[in-house]
């Protein structure tokens, strides 16, 4: 393996290119992303991603294997850079099975995992030009010597190796997400796919993503903490800057100084009648005095988001019909969270809450009997979702699926009132909902977004008793799970 490794290095153009040393990656090897040795700040020996560690991504790949049909083979590629215009890439989001998988963070590979052989990662060959303009990036060495996998070739392999590989398997994977002609146009994978054999990868890696490790939960309360204290700090700013936009740049640079690396989603900042729109992203009015504001958002911390939703009135007071529909949410955010543990579905949550809205509704006199189709107009969406490294993760797991401890959903009632729907005026135009992250549990549930005040009179308080000029504003940046 060492001999071929190194006759595959000589044919790579290392010698032709200029190594750019970082900053922060002088006397170590650039592998184009951070490791323990040239960021100690972010990862401890052993990890290849914050919080997770060689073991562990050795382990995931192990299990996906046990839970693939014998003789499968499994591809997937990471995703594809999107560019802006020309030259000008959007930022590079990885794609989660590919991250889950390899533990690489970068644009280019495509891993190949077997029964026989374990990972094969096929790395995109540096050219002069990239290393000039990108920098490093990982190749066959960082395949092999970072992400542990058992064999690594240049991309320029591919058209040779895999082939084999596919000929010799009798079931063939891949993440149809991130699908690519550099291995569907092989004549292997055509005569594959005409046989049937071809099928979707992500079945399988969400039945393998969807109980988090303790060192996933430890990602995952750090990504929460991060997203509860950017909204707290948002919610005082918007007493004296009630306008979506300044509050969705707030929450992103909260979020960021708190060491997230992006925003899970646009954040929905729907100030009065845009809170009505469930995604609302364009966040580009002012809200106007007396009026609800809607914020859901998330961030991503080494690659696990957090999702939750506050809804409050930036002038610090909710109006009566406010606190009218506000109660109801709550109550009903509430006892969804109380049927969260082991056994229970979210389709059982959902039904339970869809009902208690429904009669809720008609007791206020927004709807006029307690039928589906009325409330469906103010509601389409469902009580919540798994949670990961996804928003909607494991999103090809039914939502009748008991709860197991370990997973992640949300619970999300609300309500979105367009203008213009048949209730009496004063309740048009008002959305309000209330999201937590809900971790289930042995014994039940743990909610790992409490420390967010959602009552209406720890609200209040916050926006009228907290000086918002002196808001805690040590960024407390998070490193990995604290546990
Ligand atoms: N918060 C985004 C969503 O659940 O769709
Ligand atoms: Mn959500």
Known sequence: MQILRRKLLQRIPFN?????????????????????????????????TPGITSEEYILRRKRLLEILPDKSLAIVAAAPVKMMTDVVPY??????????????????????????????MFMPETSPHDVIWQGQIAGVDAALDTFKA????????????LPDMIRSSSKLFHNKQTALPTYMDLEAFQK??????????????????????????????????????????????????????????????ECKMRGAQRMAFNPVVGGGP??????????????????????????????YVSDLTRTWPPCGRFSPVHEELYDLILETNKECLDLCKPGTSIRQIHNYSADKMRKGLKEIGILKDDRHHGYNQLNPTNIGHYLGMDVHDCSTISYDRPLK????????????????????DRYQGIGIRIED?????????????????????????????????MGIDTHNVVRVASS
């Open 91 to 120: 930022t590079y989001r990885p794609d989660a099975d590919y991250l889950y998988i390899t533990g690489c963070q970068q644009p280019g590979g495509v891993a190949v995992l077997g029964h026989e052989f374990g990972l094969c």
């Open 437 to 469: 992250e809900v971790l289930i549990t042995e014994s039940g549930y743990e909610v790992l977004t409490g420390s967010l005040p959602k009552e209406i009179k720890h609200i209040e308080s916050l926006l009228n008793n907290y000086g918002h000029a």
């Open 405 to 424: 401890p370990g997973v992640v959903i949300t619970i999300e009632p609300g309500v979105y009132i367009p203008v213009g729907f048949s209730c009496p």
């Open 192 to 253: 594959a796919a005409s046989i049937g054999i071809v099928k979707d990868l992500s079945v399988y890696t969400h039945e393998a993503r969807l109980i988090k490790s303790p060192a996933e939960l430890g990602l995952m309360r750090d990504s929460a903490s991060i997203a509860c204290q950017a909204l707290l700090q948002t919610m005082l700013h918007s007493k004296t800057f009630p306008c979506e936009a300044r509050l969705s740049a707030k929450v992103e640079y």
């Open 150 to 161: 058992e064999q690594s070739y240049p991309m320029n392999k591919l058209h040779k190796i």
């Open 16 to 48: 032709r290119v200029a190594r750019r040393c970082l900053y922060s990656t002088k006397n170590v090897p650039d592998v184009g992303q951070p490791t323990p040795a040239s960021h100690p700040q972010f990862l401890k020996e052993g990890e290849i």
């Open 274 to 303: 845009n809170g009505s729109v469930i995604h609302y992203s364009r966040n580009d009015q002012k809200v106007k005095a007396g009026d609800l504001v809607l914020m859901d958002i998330g961030c991503e911390l080494h690659g």
